[in-house]
C-alpha cells in the first residue's frame, strides 16, 4: 500500500508539549535523548541533519516520508503466535532490503543514516522509532513519543506489508494483525502517513503517469510541504488530487487509499479534518506504531529532556595522587527560563563520606544547543579535589541575574559521581597500528578491573548496518598512586573498527563507561607525566607560589606536567638556570646566569613554594613522550641561545611586578627580586616558531637556553615573534582577540567545538563565510559581519593553544581570536524592497510561527521571491535561508533581536540575508 512511495515531505505548524515527568540520572536512554534532542549547537549530534528542514533539498527523495515508511515497514510484519507478538519494531527490515515488498531506495537510504547511531545504549530498533519523532516533528507534525530499549532482530522476519492492489479486506486482515482496529484506526493510521508524501512514476507509473505531474510526482495532499489535514480536507470536498484516490484507467486498481478512507462511508476521515484532532490521532496512531513490539521487550519510561544533565563526568589523578581533577559539562534547559537570566552556575559537592564541602564548583559557559521544542545552555567545570575526601555527589545551584536561585538534586538522588573506578586518559592511546591501550585507577579496596570495548563490525554486503559486538578484557596491575592502583590492558581494532568503537573500564559494581577512541591520542604517555611550560601568568598580585622567588635579573617559568602521576625522580642538567623548588608535581626554573649546572629533582621533596600552582596558569609547550627520568642534558640546553628577555626588546612584552616582600623558603636558590615577567603572549609566539619537530629535549633547550638578564651578555640572538600583531593564517587578515560570550555571541551562523580544532579546520569549516574565529582552544564560529562595536582585547588574553594544532593559539576563556578572509565576496546585506522596509531580525518558532497567512519554501529563495509571493500582505519575513512567511498581522509573540542572528544568506541569493533557525527577517509595508 502507499506506505511504499517515495515521497515529498512539508511542514504545518503546530506542537502540543507531551506531559513532562522528570527523568532521574542517569538513565539508559541517555544517549537517545541527546539524539532526540540536540539538533544544533554545542554538543549538537545531527541525527535530525537529513530531515531538517521537512522539505530536504533533492527531488526523487525526502528523508522525512522515508522515515516514517521504514518505521511502517519493519512494524508491519508482525505476527501473533498462540498469542505472544513476533516481530514488531524490531529492526527485523535490515534484513529484509531485498524483499520485494520493500522495494526502492528509501529503506536502504534510512538504513545508512541510522547505522552511524547505533551503540551500546541506543539500538537500530530505537533509532527506527525516533526517527518517526524526528520525522513527524520536523514537518510541523506533533510530538510522538517515544521509549527506549527496543531489542534489535538477528535475523529477517516474516513478510506482511500491506501492498496497494489488495482488496479492502485484506488491509483489514493485516491492520488487525498489526493491533489497529477496523476500520477506525486503521484509517486514522493511513491518514496520518500520508500527510506528507507522494507517489513517484519510476515506482508506479500506471497511477501517476510520467509528465502528468510536476517533477513526476502525485502528491498525496495540496501542502506537500505539512504534516496537516488536507489530506483528509481534501478527500472529503471530493478536490484532492491524491493518486491513491484518483488514479483512473489501469491505476485504478492501486487507489488503495480510496478503498480504505471510504471503508466506514467516511465517518472517521471527515473526523480527521479538523487540525487538533489530527495531530492527536497521528500522535496516538505514531506512538502505538512504535511500541509494538515482540512480547519480551520491556520499553522504557517516555524519554522527556531533563532540566539539568551532566556529560562527561570525568575525574583524573594529578599530583602523584593527592588531587583529582574533575571534569565535565552540565546541560541546562533553557526552554522556559532564558539562558540570559542565568548569571551563574555552580557545582555543590559532597565528599567520599556524604558530607557538604563548603566551596563550590564554578562553571564557565560552553555554549548553547536546541532541539525542535528545547533549548539548552552548557557550562563547563574543571576543580581540583582532594583524593583523600574525593566526591560522592553534587547538586547544581543556579543564580538567576535576579538573584534567585535554584537547586537542582537529580529527584533528590543528587549526581553521583563514583571514584572507584576511573578511567585514565593520561597513559591511555590509540596508535596507528589500532593497538588500545587504557590504564584504569582503582580505589585500593575494590576488585581488579576489566576493560570492556564496543566495536562495530561489517556485515556481509546486503546487511547495511554493522554488528555490535563487546569484549571484555582482564586488566594486568601497574603501580601504585596514592590510594589509587592503576591497572592496564590493550586491545587490538581490526579493519575500520578504531574509529567507531566506544570503550570502558569496569570494576565490581563501578564502571567509567563510553569513552570514545576519537580523543584518544596516538602515543600514550608512560606513567610518568608528560611536561608542560606554563608562564607565570601576568597577573597581580603576584600568585602565590612565586612570592619566595626572587631574582633581579631572572625569568621564572613553572613546569609542570600536563598529567598527573609523577612516580619517579630525575635529573635536569644544564647551565644557566637553576632550580628553586620541587613537589610531586611541578617545579621552577629559574634562568639565571650563574645558575647551578645539574638539578635532581625527587617527587618527595618539598612542596613548600609550588603548592599553589594553578590550572589556570597557560600552558604552551607540551612534550608528548618526555619521560620525567631521561636527563635533559648541558648539550642540548647550551646548543640552542636564540631569545632575550631584554625589556628594550619590542619582540618581547614584559611587565613589572611589584617585588614581593614574603619571606623566601628555605628551598629557594636565589634572593634578589623578580622584577621582569615574561608575558603569556610572548611565549606564545615564541613557541610558534621554535618547537617544531623538536624532541622533548630540545623543545627544552628552547627555553632553557639563555640568559634573561637584561645585559645581554649570554645572548646571541634575538628572535622576532612570528607577527607582532598576532598570529597570521594564508590567505585572511587577523581581525584581532575579540570578546565573545555564550550570551553575546560574536559570530551565530555556524560553530562547532572539536577536538581537531586549529585554523585550517576552522577556516575550511567556516569556508564561505567572511570570518572564522577559533575560542577556547576547541571552538570555531564562522560569521559575516563583526559585531558593532567589536570590542578588541590585548593578543595576549588569546593564548589558549589550539586542541588540534599546538603551535596555533585559538583565542581564550570569552576571548575570540578572529580573521578575515581575503578572498571572500563583501558580507550579505538586508536589500531594499519597494513600497517595504526592512524592520529587523524577529524571533519565530515552528510551532508558533509569526507570520502564518501563507508560506513558501524555496531553494531558489531570494528576499524578492519572498515579497512577491507575498503580494502585498503588510509582512513578509524570511527564515533558514530558504523559508518565506507572509502575514498581515503578527499571529504569536515575537521579539527583535540583534541583527547578527538573522545570520544565513538566501539560498538563492547570497548577497542577501534570510533569518537563521527560528529567526525571521522582516520586511514591513511602507
Ligand atoms: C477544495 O475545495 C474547498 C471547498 O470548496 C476549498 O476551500 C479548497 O480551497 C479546495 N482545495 C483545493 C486544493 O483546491
Ligand atoms: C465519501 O467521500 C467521497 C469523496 O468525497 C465521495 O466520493 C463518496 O461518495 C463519499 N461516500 C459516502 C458514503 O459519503
Ligand atoms: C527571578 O526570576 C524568576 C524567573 O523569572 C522568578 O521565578 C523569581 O521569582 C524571580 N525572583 C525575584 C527575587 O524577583
Ligand atoms: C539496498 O541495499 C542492498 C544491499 O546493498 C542492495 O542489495 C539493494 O539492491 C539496495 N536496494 C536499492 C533499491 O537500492
Ligand atoms: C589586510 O591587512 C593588510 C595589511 O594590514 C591591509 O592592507 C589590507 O587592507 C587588509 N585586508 C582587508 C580585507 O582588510
Ligand atoms: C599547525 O600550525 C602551523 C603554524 O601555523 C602550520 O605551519 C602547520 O601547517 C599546522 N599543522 C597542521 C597539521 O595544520
Ligand atoms: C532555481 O532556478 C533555476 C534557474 O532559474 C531553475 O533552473 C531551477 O529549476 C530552480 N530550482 C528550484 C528548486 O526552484
Same mark, same amino acid.
Given at each position: 500500500m502507499i506506505w511504499r512511495y517515495p515521497a515529498l515531505a512539508g511542514l504545518l505548524l503546530m506542537g502540543q508539549q507531551y506531559a513532562m515527568s522528570a527523568p532521574t540520572w542517569p538513565s539508559p536512554t541517555d544517549e537517545l535523548e541527546d539524539l532526540m534532542l540536540l539538533n544544533s549547537g554545542y554538543r549538537s549530534r545531527g541525527f535530525s541533519a537529513p530531515v531538517i528542514p521537512c522539505s530536504a533539498p533533492g527531488e526523487n527523495r525526502i528523508a522525512a516520508a522515508e522515515w516514517i515508511r521504514t518505521a511502517f515497514h519493519d512494524m508491519a510484519t508482525v505476527t501473533r503466535v498462540d498469542g505472544p507478538l513476533i516481530g514488531g519494531l524490531d529492526a527485523s527490515i535490515v534484513f529484509e532490503t531485498k524483499n520485494s515488498e520493500n522495494a526502492g531506495a528509501a529503506f536502504n537510504n534510512t538504513l545508512t543514516e541510522y547505522a552511524p547511531f547505533i551503540s551500546s545504549q541506543t539500538s537500530m530498533a530505537d533509532l527506527i522509532s525516533l526517527g518517526v519523532y524526528t520525522a513527524t516533528r520536523s514537518c510541523g507534525?506533533?510530538?510522538?513519543?517515544?521509549r527506549g530499549g527496543h531489542v534489535d532482530a538477528t535475523e529477517a522476519g516474516p513478510q506482511g506489508v500491506p501492498r496497494p492492489e489488495s482488496p479492502l479486506s485484506t488491509f483489514q486482515n493485516q491492520f488487525s494483525r498489526m493491533g489497529f482496529t477496523t476500520n477506525e484506526q486503521m484509517i486514522q493510521f493511513t491518514v496520518c502517513g500520508h500527510t506528507i508524501g507522494g507517489v513517484h512514476s519510476a515506482n508506479f507509473p500506471t497511477v501517476v503517469p510520467e509528465g502528468s505531474v510536476p517533477n513526476d510526482y502525485g502528491l498525496l495532499d495540496s501542502t506537500s510541504a505539512g504534516f496537516d489535514s488536507n489530506i483528509a480536507t481534501e478527500f472529503v470536498n471530493g478536490n484532492t488530487t491524491n493518486p491513491l484516490v484518483v488514479a483512473t484507467g489501469m491505476g485504478a486498481e492501486l487507489t488503495s487509499d480510496k478503498r480504505v478512507f471510504m471503508a466506514d462511508n467516511n465517518v472517521t476521515i471527515k473526523t480527521m479534518q479538523d487540525p487538533t484532532m489530527f495531530a492527536n490521532v497521528c500522535q496516538a496512531m505514531f506512538q502505538k506504531m512504535v511500541e509494538i513490539v515482540p512480547s519480551t521487550v520491556t520499553l522504557t519510561d517516555i524519554v522527556t529532556p531533563y532540566d539539568i544533565k551532566p556529560y562527561d563526568l570525568q575525574l583524573t589523578l594529578l599530583d602523584g595522587g593527592s588531587k583529582?581533577?574533575?571534569?565535565?559539562?552540565?546541560? &541546562?534547559?533553557?526552554?522556559?527560563?532564558?539562558? %540570559?537570566?542565568?548569571?551563574?552556575?555552580?557545582? &555543590?559537592?559532597?565528599?567520599?563520606?556524604?558530607?557538604?564541602?563548603?566551596?563550590?564548583?564554578?562553571?564557565?559557559?560552553?555554549?548553547?544547543?536546541?532541539?525542535?521544542?528545547?533549548?539548552?545552555?552548557?557550562?563547563?567545570?574543571?576543580?581540583?579535589?582532594?583524593?583523600?575526601?574525593?566526591?560522592?555527589?553534587?547538586?547544581?545551584?543556579?543564580?538567576?541575574? !535576579?538573584?534567585?536561585?535554584?537547586?537542582?538534586?537529580?529527584?533528590?538522588?543528587?549526581?553521583?559521581?563514583?571514584?572507584? #573506578?576511573?578511567?585514565?586518559?593520561?597513559?591511555?592511546?590509540?596508535?596507528?597500528?589500532?593497538?588500545?591501550?587504557?590504564?584504569?585507577? #582503582?580505589?585500593?579496596?575494590?576488585?581488579?578491573?576489566?576493560?570492556?570495548?564496543?566495536?562495530?563490525?561489517?556485515?556481509? @554486503?546486503?546487511?547495511?548496518?554493522?554488528?555490535?559486538?563487546?569484549?571484555?578484557?582482564?586488566?594486568?596491575?601497574?603501580?601504585?598512586?596514592?590510594?589509587?592502583?592503576?591497572?592496564?590492558?590493550? *586491545?587490538?581494532?581490526?579493519?575500520?573498527?578504531?574509529? @567507531?568503537? #566506544?570503550?570502558?573500564?569496569?570494576?565490581?559494581?563501578?564502571?567509567?563507561? *563510553?569513552?570514545?577512541?576519537?580523543?584518544?591520542k596516538s602515543v600514550c604517555s608512560s606513567l610518568a607525566p608528560s611536561w608542560t611550560w606554563k608562564p607565570i601568568p601576568s597577573?597581580?598580585?603576584?600568585?602565590?607560589?612565586?612570592?619566595?622567588? !626572587?631574582?633581579?635579573?631572572?625569568?621564572?617559568?613553572?613546569?609542570?606536567?600536563?598529567?598527573?602521576?609523577?612516580?619517579?625522580?630525575?635529573?635536569?642538567?644544564?647551565?644557566?638556570?637553576?632550580?628553586?623548588?620541587?613537589?610531586?608535581?611541578?617545579?621552577?626554573? &629559574?634562568?639565571?646566569?650563574?645558575?647551578?649546572?645539574?638539578?635532581?629533582?625527587?617527587?618527595?621533596?618539598?612542596?613548600? &613554594?609550588?603548592?599553589?600552582?594553578?590550572?589556570?596558569?597557560?600552558?604552551?609547550?607540551?612534550?608528548?613522550?618526555?619521560?620525567?627520568?631521561?636527563?635533559?642534558t648541558s648539550s642540548s640546553i647550551a646548543s640552542s641561545s636564540t631569545w632575550s628577555t631584554s625589556s628594550s626588546s619590542s619582540a618581547l612584552q614584559l611587565s613589572s611586578y611589584p617585588s614581593s616582600s614574603t619571606t623566601p623558603s628555605s628551598s629557594t636558590t636565589s634572593s634578589a627580586n623578580v622584577s621582569s615577567w615574561i608575558t603569556s603572549s610572548t611565549m606564545a609566539s615564541y613557541s610558534t616558531s621554535s618547537t617544531s619537530n623538536s624532541s622533548s629535549a630540545l623543545q627544552l633547550s628552547s627555553y632553557l637556553s639563555s640568559s634573561t638578564t637584561s645585559s645581554s651578555s649570554t645572548t646571541s640572538s634575538t628572535p622576532t615573534p612570528s607577527?607582532?600583531?598576532?598570529?597570521?593564517?594564508?590567505?585572511?587578515? *587577523?581581525?584581532?582577540?575579540?570578546?565573545?560570550?555564550?550570551?553575546?555571541?560574536?559570530?551565530?551562523?555556524?560553530?562547532?567545538?572539536?577536538?581537531?580544532?586549529?585554523?585550517?579546520?576552522?577556516?575550511?569549516?567556516?569556508?564561505?563565510?567572511?570570518?572564522?574565529?577559533?575560542? *577556547?582552544? @576547541?571552538?570555531?564560529?564562522?560569521?559575516?559581519?563583526?559585531?558593532?562595536?567589536?570590542?578588541?582585547?590585548?593578543?595576549?588574553?588569546? !593564548?589558549?593553544?589550539? %586542541?588540534?594544532?599546538?603551535?596555533?593559539t585559538c583565542g581564550g576563556d570569552n576571548r575570540m581570536s578572529v580573521f578575515q578572509s581575503l578572498t571572500l565576496h563583501p558580507p550579505p546585506t538586508n536589500p531594499s524592497i519597494p513600497g517595504y522596509k526592512y524592520v529587523g531580525c524577529h524571533t519565530d518558532r515552528v510551532s508558533s510561527r509569526v507570520l502564518s497567512d501563507t508560506w513558501l519554501f524555496s531553494h531558489n529563495m531570494t528576499v524578492s521571491m519572498c515579497s512577491q509571493f507575498c503580494g502585498g500582505k503588510k509582512y513578509f519575513g524570511l527564515e533558514f535561508a530558504e523559508e518565506c512567511f507572509c502575514g498581515d498581522v503578527f499571529g504569536n509573540a515575537s521579539s527583535v533581536v540583534e541583527e547578527r542572528q538573522c545570520s544565513m544568506e538566501c539560498v538563492g541569493d547570497q548577497k542577501s540575508f534570510c533569518g537563521a533557525a527560528n529567526r525571521l527577517s522582516v520586511w514591513s509595508k511602507t
Open positions: 507534525g506533533p510530538i510522538v513519543p517515544i583529582f581533577e574533575f571534569t565535565g559539562d552540565i546541560r &541546562i534547559r533553557t526552554t522556559t527560563r532564558s539562558a %540570559t537570566s542565568i548569571s551563574q552556575v555552580q557545582l &555543590i559537592y559532597r565528599d567520599r563520606t556524604g558530607a557538604k564541602v563548603s566551596t563550590p564548583i564554578k562553571t564557565t559557559s560552553k555554549g548553547t544547543a536546541s532541539g525542535f521544542d528545547d533549548q539548552f545552555s552548557f557550562y563547563g567545570f574543571s576543580a581540583q579535589i582532594p583524593t583523600h575526601t574525593s566526591i560522592s555527589s553534587f547538586t547544581v545551584l543556579i543564580t538567576l541575574t !535576579n538573584g534567585s536561585t535554584e537547586t537542582w538534586d537529580n529527584n533528590g538522588n543528587g549526581f553521583k559521581v563514583d571514584d572507584t #573506578v576511573i578511567y585514565h586518559a593520561p597513559q591511555s592511546c590509540l596508535d596507528s597500528s589500532g593497538k588500545l591501550t587504557v590504564v584504569a585507577a #582503582v580505589r585500593n579496596s575494590a576488585s581488579s578491573p576489566s576493560l570492556n570495548v564496543v566495536v562495530k563490525t561489517p556485515r556481509p @554486503s546486503a546487511i547495511l548496518v554493522p554488528a555490535l559486538s563487546t569484549s571484555s578484557v582482564p586488566m594486568t596491575i601497574q603501580s601504585a598512586i596514592g590510594v589509587y592502583q592503576l591497572y592496564s590492558a590493550s *586491545y587490538s581494532f581490526s579493519g575500520s573498527q578504531a574509529q @567507531s568503537a #566506544v570503550f570502558g573500564v569496569s570494576a565490581g559494581n563501578s564502571a567509567d563507561n *563510553y569513552k570514545n577512541t576519537n580523543r584518544l597577573s597581580s598580585p603576584l600568585p602565590a607560589y612565586a612570592t619566595s622567588i !626572587n631574582s633581579s635579573s631572572s625569568t621564572v617559568f613553572v613546569l609542570s606536567p600536563s598529567t598527573t602521576v609523577l612516580t619517579s625522580a630525575f635529573t635536569m642538567v644544564g647551565s644557566n638556570f637553576s632550580v628553586s623548588s620541587t613537589q610531586a608535581s611541578s617545579l621552577t626554573v &629559574i634562568l639565571s646566569p650563574s645558575a647551578s649546572t645539574s638539578t635532581s629533582f625527587s617527587p618527595s621533596s618539598s612542596s613548600s &613554594i609550588l603548592s599553589s600552582v594553578t590550572s589556570s596558569a597557560n600552558s604552551f609547550l607540551t612534550t608528548s613522550s618526555a619521560n620525567v627520568s631521561s636527563s635533559i607577527s607582532p600583531s598576532g598570529p597570521g593564517f594564508a590567505g585572511y587578515n *587577523y581581525t584581532g582577540c575579540l570578546a565573545d560570550s555564550i550570551y553575546d555571541r560574536t559570530f551565530t551562523a555556524k560553530g562547532q567545538t572539536v577536538d581537531t580544532n586549529s585554523y585550517e579546520t576552522c577556516s575550511a569549516f567556516c569556508s564561505g563565510y567572511m570570518y572564522f574565529g577559533v575560542e *577556547y582552544g @576547541s571552538e570555531c564560529y564562522c560569521g559575516n559581519a563583526l559585531p558593532v562595536p567589536a570590542v578588541l582585547h590585548k593578543d595576549i588574553e588569546c !593564548n589558549k593553544v589550539c %586542541t588540534g594544532n599546538s603551535t596555533q
